[in-house]
């Protein structure tokens, strides 16, 4: 026969007596821990979410648009090194790829770029063609602030064909106060 400690024979008539006098821990529900406790209970931390804060979205907006148009410009640089050596073109498509080759390129970026980088939604896409679309519009007054970068990247008789076709993009300050004095005197009137 198995001898009870002091200790054990004492919280088990401690625990006849809760019993007996219908205390805490008699209802069939089984309590973990000191018989005696006050019912406190103890709460896990959650798992922290794994979602970006704001200030990460906002900054990822103006770095998609910098990778649509690196994308873009990615395009514009292939196409022009296919051109430096049409040889390697397939001879019964060259002249699409030499038509629509830098689009084709660039989409392609842009689309690697949106899968790798994790740009492919919300606004961050929208930043992305904004920066596409930004570089295939005003390449040319790019070339005009910084040629010798662009001379660098493509050839001479390219910048300066480049920038001879800005001369109307150049008149655009001048259209612009136009503008601005039209909206004012209708506004005035």
Not at 121 to 139: D, H, N, P, T, W
Not at 166 to 185: G, H, W
Request: proline share 4%; no cysteine.
């Amino acid at each position: 026969m198995a001898v009870i400690a002091e200790g054990q024979k004492q919280t088990f008539e401690d625990r006849l007596g809760r019993i007996a006098r219908g205390g805490p821990n008699t209802s069939g529900t089984i309590f973990v821990g000191s018989a005696d406790s006050d019912g406190t209970t103890i709460q896990r931390k959650s798992k922290a979410k794994k979602g970006s804060t704001l200030l990460t979205r906002m900054l990822m907006l103006p770095l998609a648009m910098a990778f649509g148009a690196i994308a873009m410009m990615l395009g514009r640089v292939g196409l022009y090194k296919l051109q430096a050596s049409p040889e390697i073109l397939p001879p019964d498509y060259a002249e699409m790829i030499l038509t629509m080759g830098d689009l084709a390129i660039g989409l392609l970026a842009m689309f690697l770029f949106a899968l790798l980088l994790n740009m492919g939604r919300g606004l961050r896409k929208y930043a992305l063609a904004i920066g596409f679309i930004g570089v295939m519009l005003g390449e040319a007054l790019v070339i005009q602030q910084a040629p010798d970068l662009f001379v660098s990247l493509f050839s001479e008789q390219y910048v300066e064909q480049a920038m001879m076709s800005t001369a109307p993009i150049q008149r655009l300050p001048e259209t612009l106060d136009a503008a601005k004095t039209i909206l004012a005197a209708s506004t005035d009137g």
